[in-house]
């Protein structure tokens, strides 16, 4: 059974950091990419960052790439996201999935079958 649990939002100032975390149970979590998406009222959900299931590649959406950084520690079943630099536009609940296959890097949302509820991040301006 795959549970997702993200934590780390929160309200912060502009120009601020936070770090959301997303742990992993129930699966081999060193064989699945992982994913962060967003999604801001109204608005459909956006990707926002992927990492390979080894944690040797990642993808970054261009209006987060140089701000945001994604990592994960396979011994914790724990993806990071770590953002600096947060703009009132980043306000948004953010989610982190893995996808239904193993192995499987990609960005595409489709390719996305387990989710968490999601944590909140609001940027103040």
């Known amino acids: 059974q795959v549970h997702l649990e993200e934590s780390g939002g929160g309200l912060v100032q502009t120009g601020g950091s936070l770090t959301l975390s997303c742990a992993d149970s129930g699966r081999s979590f060193s064989d699945y990419a992982v994913a962060w998406f967003r999604q801001a009222p109204g608005q459909e959900r956006e990707f926002v960052a992927a990492i390979s299931w080894g944690g040797g590649g990642a993808y970054y959406s261009d209006s987060v790439k140089g701000r945001f950084t994604i990592s994960r520690d396979n011994v914790k079943n724990t993806v990071y996201l770590q953002m600096i630099s947060l703009k009132p536009e980043d306000t948004a609940l953010y989610y982190c999935?893995?996808?239904?296959?193993?192995?499987?890097?990609?960005?595409?949302?489709?390719?996305?079958?387990?989710w968490g509820q999601g944590t909140q991040v609001t940027v103040s301006s």
């Open positions: 999935a893995a996808p239904s296959s193993s192995h499987t890097f990609t960005i595409a949302k489709t390719a996305y079958s387990y």
